[in-house]
């Protein structure tokens, strides 16, 4: 994510603005899948805030059919590597820790194990 968002089989569904939990404004994308992926029975929701057009929250719904989410969790703190902004070491405890990116890798590295 926000990857995700160009794989073929994704469904992208706009879902209008939200304000969540704070005073925030956020525009709301819903993602189902069409045969792709290891669970492509999940739903998500992804909270867009509509100022700094950045993902700051998403939404899992473990089944596409629930009408309640499962959790809402924040995507925050945003940093540069290199040339991406991730999001990482969020507010949570939650997602990627210790980001690196490389500017160059050596090709052993898809090669030995």
Do not use: C, H
Request: aromatic content about 16%.
């Amino acid at each position: 994510m926000p990857f995700k968002l160009k794989d073929s089989g994704v469904t992208l569904k706009y879902m209008g603005e939200d304000t969540l939990v704070n005073e925030n404004y956020y525009n709301v994308l819903q993602l189902t899948f069409d045969k792709v992926g290891d669970t492509p029975q999940n739903k998500y929701d992804l909270y867009v805030d509509v100022k700094e057009k950045l993902i700051k929250y998403w939404s899992y719904y473990r089944d596409a059919s629930q009408d309640s989410v499962s959790f809402t969790r924040p995507w925050d703190n945003y940093q540069r590597y290199g040339t991406i902004l991730l999001s990482g070491d969020r507010s949570d405890g939650g997602g990627p820790k210790n980001v690196k990116v490389d500017q160059e890798l050596p090709d052993t590295i898809f090669t030995e194990f």
